[in-house]
């Protein structure tokens, strides 16, 4: 009875849940954290490490440390995104020969989803560790305005960790299923998700299991780590200002600050004035320096006012494109570990004339969604149905570079239309049909799918001839376009299958290759836990012998002392093969000892 | 019942009514007396009134007189309007097809609450055995929740005696034995952790591992291996192997002209 996990797997953090006994539980990661950062980091020795760890080790390997692969999931390596991250990041990244972006490490390239397939794979992990069972299917959360391609690479992704990726759904979908929407009651719904890293305000519709995408809106370059570095700033240039000594040229000074920074923000949620106190961060000739500075709210409100303020015109603009008032919403929800401020709570309550909601804890309530609908699939909750829609508009190119929709975004899946169309000359003997999805009404503004001619229409003049193009979408999300001459009765098709730009020989490729990984993983551990058992066989040893050996003949203690020693030598070994020899003779030490104690006593 | 035998009867009923109402009296009166014959008893057929089974005031064979003018309310009979305790076929049909659908319906629950019961069997087997899991995990748990709250604490006791100490020279006698009896206190505190089995990471000379140390910086060093820890800007504790605390190191790399070098210390800090 295998379960469907729900995973947020975000820019900056990843949050595993799943619905046991009814209730959802948030699956906690191996070192006992409630979520995960998105780093991998690559060593030179092979490993893969994954999450607190991997960030650890960032700054001795930055080249081969990864972040914030999510924006360049789906991406072409010449899109705007990719090329502003580019700027950003120490790691490289390259254009894949069909175009993608894709990331060099250690000489070799990988493609974004096999990275987020290790984050996935890690995450699964820990799942199975804390259900006890073996974990095949999950739901995964991506932003509202993902598109065909982006959702399909974390289809991949998933599929690559060794998931079978029942649903993608979108993470405001999931917020808002946390709260328990989508029980035959129509509401409007926003959903302003302020994560570590990015802003992101969806409008919903929720109407009989559909929920309608109205609007979505944001700033891919916002987030709480902003809010924390206004904070730093400030306490900074205080110091400064007091002291004249600068300590952002002191790393642990910067690092101590971070964290104080981080606590004093969380602790102003909740209380209207923090101390901040970092007793000897610096000194100089006339002694040490300390920090002990108030901070209040209104203070880290005014530090940060612009920050929020940045959040109020993409909400606008969210009610604005879905054509509502704020009285036209029925619902607020947070989301974000940042919307916790009561600044950011006030402000969203002033955009929309009523009080957010922010009841489940902001950080897990996409993950807990997406467990929500995991328990859907299994039957484990029957109240509820989430239609799959159409993210983004289907439709064609036509005259002058003008996009026709045929399919509306939001439309339930599967489903069918069709559109005649005609030519633009007279005797026009083919028509291209250049299949496209986005919500631009220029062709080249959205993305391109595909695209074929149908060739062989009788000579006529123009606009006579009827062309019907038909669009089908299946369950599965594949597109079959067939464009039929109505007087012919000539019919040319295509099928477009979604694509993340890997091949399905590739994903088999990595999904072994993700197998094969694990194995390794579980040899590491396996060499971990078998250093550790030598290590406190030869410790405890050695500590008997210094109380006890002293009773022992000098030839006995020379022995045991003499295969100690010998075994200690591999507690730091590499070769699971010495250091089980190695274990044998500190056995051989114990066992010798107990003996000799044994006659003596 | 036969039911093509019951419409002859019916028939032939039908027609003696017919008749009542159009012939003479004396027609009716001959039919009463041809009828009187079918009711004649031949002698050779005596009458047992020993019988105790025997009904004398309904005898059976009276039945089909007596039972006359019941059918003569002439219904249209339908096969299957047979009706035992006043209800027709055709509603016990409905009756069946209802109830099999209560049946259907109420197996259906079954097997959906079974199937329930099952999931919650397992999920509260899980939960059980978790639970036992992190019973024992709780103890330690708790404690490095303490430790972590007390090591900032500590951290800069260790920054007060490590100012004190590089700053002793030319201090007063007094000043020093201050000194010494603070050192004694931050001495009892660890160990008081080291009881309590939180020990600090080891990081100086050790090679870099990020399941123990954190990275904050790097230099580049000549004199020792590449990925060396050089020096611990913050001290990291475990309890057995669970992280309490990262040791924040610095790390070397190998010098290279490029090298990223090291910020300059503006702090003498504990080390």
Redesign the interface.
């Known amino acids: 009875?295998s379960k469907v996990i729900g995973i947020d797997l975000g820019t900056t953090n990843c949050c595993v849940s799943v619905l046991?006994?009814?209730t959802v539980q948030i699956v906690p990661n191996k070192?006992?954290g409630r979520t995960t950062p998105s780093v991998v980091?690559f060593t030179d020795k092979g490993e893969r490490?994954v999450g607190q760890?991997?960030k650890?080790?960032?700054?001795?390997n930055p080249t081969n440390t990864l972040s914030a692969v999510k924006r360049l999931i789906g991406r072409k390596f010449d899109s705007a995104e990719v090329q502003k991250m580019r700027e950003t990041v120490p790691f490289e990244i390259v254009e894949s020969s069909n175009g993608d972006a894709h990331i060099r490490v250690l000489d070799r390239d990988y493609s974004p989803p096999e990275i987020s397939a290790i984050v996935l794979q890690r995450l699964k992990l820990a799942a199975e560790e804390?259900?006890?069972?073996q974990i095949t299917e999950a739901i995964i959360t991506v932003p509202a305005y993902f598109d065909d391609m982006q959702r399909q690479a974390t289809r991949d992704a998933g599929k690559i960790a060794g998931l079978e990726i029942e649903r993608i759904i979108n993470e405001p979908t999931a917020a808002a299923l946390a709260y328990g929407f989508g029980k035959n009651k129509n509401e409007k719904v926003a959903v302003y998700d302020l994560g570590g890293g990015t802003f992101d305000i969806t409008i919903l519709e929720i109407s009989d299991g559909v929920f309608e995408v109205l609007s979505t809106s944001g700033n891919t370059f916002l987030g709480g780590e902003d809010f924390d570095q206004r904070i730093i700033n400030w306490l900074v240039d205080t110091f400064r200002d007091g002291n004249h000594?600068?300590?952002r040229?002191?790393?642990?000074?910067l690092?101590r600050l971070k964290e104080a920074a981080e606590r004093a923000k969380c602790e102003l949620s909740s209380v209207m004035e923090t101390t901040v106190n970092l007793?000897?961060?610096?000194?100089?000739a006339t002694?040490?320096k300390h920090i002990n500075t108030v901070l209040t709210r209104s203070k880290f409100e005014e530090l940060v006012q612009d920050l929020v303020e940045s959040s109020v015109e993409p909400c606008q603009k969210a009610l604005w494109d879905a054509k509502l008032k704020p009285t036209d919403i029925d619902k607020v929800i947070l989301v974000g570990g940042q919307t916790r401020s009561p600044i950011i709570t006030r402000t969203v309550t002033e955009v929309f004339g009523k009080e957010a909601s922010s009841e489940i804890n902001p950080d897990e309530v996409v993950s807990m969604g997406a467990a929500i609908q995991g328990g859907v699939m299994?039957?484990?909750v029957k109240d509820i149905v989430l239609l799959d829609v159409l993210p983004l508009s289907l439709g064609l190119e036509t005259r002058g570079g003008l996009f026709v929709k045929l399919i509306g975004k939001n439309s339930t899946i599967p489903l069918k239309n069709t559109m005649t169309f005609t030519t633009v000359v007279d005797n026009q003997q083919s028509v291209e049909i250049h299949i496209l999805q986005g919500e631009r009404e220029i062709a080249s503004g959205n993305r391109s799918l595909g695209k074929f001619e149908l060739v062989g229409i009788p000579p006529s003049p123009r606009g006579v001839p009827q062309i019907d193009v038909s669009f089908e979408i299946d369950a599965n999300g594949i597109v079959n376009v067939s464009a039929k001459d109505k007087m012919t009765g000539l019919e040319q098709a295509m099928q477009i299958t979604p694509s993340s730009g890997l091949s399905p020989d590739e994903i088999d490729r990595l999904i072994m290759e993700a197998e094969t990984s694990v194995e390794k993983d579980k040899e590491a551990k396996g060499l971990i836990m078998h250093r550790?058992k030598l290590d406190s066989i030869v410790k405890n040893t050695r500590k008997a012998m210094g109380e006890f050996g002293k009773g022992l003949d000098l030839e006995q203690q020379k022995v045991i002392n003499g295969l100690l020693n010998e075994a200690e030598e591999f507690v730091t070994s590499d070769d699971q093969m010495q250091i089980e020899a190695a274990t044998k003779k500190a056995e051989e030490a114990a066992n010798q000892l107990t003996a000799a104690l044994m006659v003596m006593a | 019942m036969d039911s093509n035998q019951d419409q002859e009867n019916q028939d032939i009923f039908a027609v003696e009514i017919e008749d009542e109402g159009s012939d003479s009296i004396e027609d009716f009166i001959r039919q009463l007396e041809a009828r009187e014959k079918d009711l004649h008893i031949p002698s050779d057929l005596s009458i047992e009134v020993g019988d105790a089974d025997f009904d004398d005031t309904n005898p059976e064979f009276l039945k089909p007189e007596l039972s006359v003018p019941q059918p003569a309310v002439a219904e249209p009979i339908r096969a299957g309007n047979f009706t035992p305790n006043g209800r027709s076929f055709s509603d016990l049909e409905d009756e069946v097809e209802a109830l099999n659908q209560k049946l259907d319906q109420a197996e259906a629950e079954r097997a959906e609450l079974t199937?329930?019961m099952?999931?919650?069997q397992?999920?509260?087997d899980?939960?059980r055995?978790?639970i036992e899991r992190e019973r024992g995990e709780t103890f330690l748990?708790q404690l490095s929740n303490l430790a972590i709250k007390m090591l900032p604490v500590i951290d800069?006791m260790d920054?007060?005696l490590s100012?004190a100490e590089n700053?002793s020279e030319g201090r007063s006698g007094d000043f020093l034995e201050f000194f010494r009896g603070i050192a004694l206190v931050s001495q009892q505190l660890n160990e008081l952790l080291a009881e309590m089995g939180i020990v600090p990471i080891v990081a100086v000379g050790q090679p870099?591992d990020?399941?123990f140390?954190?990275?904050?910086?790097?230099e580049a060093k000549a004199d020792v291996a590449p990925?060396t820890v050089t020096s611990e800007?913050?001290r990291g504790y475990r309890i057995g192997?669970k992280?309490i605390r990262?040791a924040?190191v610095r790390?070397a790399?190998a010098p290279q002209p490029q090298a990223v070098s090291?910020?300059?210390?503006?702090?003498?800090?504990?080390e």
């Open positions: 009875m046991e006994g009814g070192e006992g980091g490490l760890i991997a650890r080790q960032a700054v001795t804390f259900l006890g069972d000594i600068n300590l040229d002191d790393r642990l000074a690092q007793p000897f961060i610096a000194a100089d002694g040490p299994t039957g484990d550790n | 199937s329930t099952r999931r919650r397992f999920d509260f899980n939960f055995k978790r748990n800069n920054r007060a100012f700053h870099f990020p399941h140390h954190e990275a904050v910086a790097v990925n800007l913050l192997d992280v990262a924040m790390v790399v090291d910020a300059p210390e503006t702090a003498p800090t504990g």
